[in-house]
């Protein structure tokens, strides 16, 4: 069964670094998305994205964000100065398009250690 | 906030019992999803139900849908260890394609 995949699953960076989060969402899927969830929290909208532009966003993601699809496959968020909030896991999520676009197939998450 | 809500927060049950979650949101909606997350995992879709459903089984899950009551539940039977797990109710309102996540029931089915 096709599914989401992200990388790295794990990702430790230094705060003030730039990091990239990557995921594969499945392949005939038109709208992709972030979310994240800092620890003991609930699951936040960062963003959707479709058709090769940002469709929606939520105040949490600032400019501090960015999303891109660099190539036919990958969708990335990146995250240009890391602050210790930033600590998370970031599941990415995609959907087809029509009626089935209701449903969001998640990845199993990066999770983000801002230090 | 169209955030969902869910009830219990928590839930401990023995194996073979039934486990019921609720969820309440706020503003209206095209569907309502059902995730399940183990613990430091992602979140695996259950079932969708459409606003113009009000009752939905999928294996040994039952959620039902009050428009009305702005509510659902979900109804797992003859629960199992390994449907330990925290339960996200979501919700897809009229506008956008976001979805507005609850707090989660974390459930332990004690064997």
């Known amino acids: 069964e096709p599914e989401v995949t992200q990388t790295p699953s794990h990702q430790v960076t230094q705060m003030g670094q730039e990091v990239i989060l990557r995921c594969v969402p499945i392949?005939?899927?038109?709208?992709f998305y972030w979310y994240r969830q800092i620890l003991g929290q609930k699951v936040e909208f960062l963003v959707s994205f479709y058709n090769n532009e940002i469709s929606e966003k939520s105040e949490i993601f600032d400019d501090q964000f960015s999303v891109e699809r660099p190539d036919g496959s990958n969708f990335t968020l990146k995250i240009r100065s890391t602050k210790l909030e930033d600590s998370a896991m970031y599941f990415c999520?995609?959907?087809?398009?029509?009626?089935?676009?209701?449903?969001?197939?998640f990845g199993p998450g990066t999770r983000l250690t801002v230090l | 906030s169209q955030q969902g809500e869910e009830d219990p927060q928590a839930l401990s049950i023995q194996e073979g019992e039934n486990a019921t979650m609720n969820c309440s949101y706020k503003t209206s909606i095209n569907n309502l999803q059902w995730y399940r997350q183990n613990s430091g995992r992602g979140l695996v879709h259950l079932i969708l139900?459409?606003?113009?459903?009000r009752e939905k089984h999928s294996g040994r899950l039952r959620v039902t849908l009050d428009t009305s009551k702005k509510s659902s539940s979900l109804l797992i039977t003859a629960s199992r260890a390994a449907d330990t797990a925290s339960y996200f109710c979501a919700t897809d309102p009229n506008t956008g394609n976001q979805f507005y996540f609850g707090t989660g029931t974390s459930l332990t089915v004690i064997p």
């Open positions: 392949s005939n899927h038109l709208y």
């Open positions: 139900i459409r606003s113009n459903e």
């Open positions: 999520a995609s959907s087809a398009a029509g009626r089935d676009q209701d449903t969001q197939y």
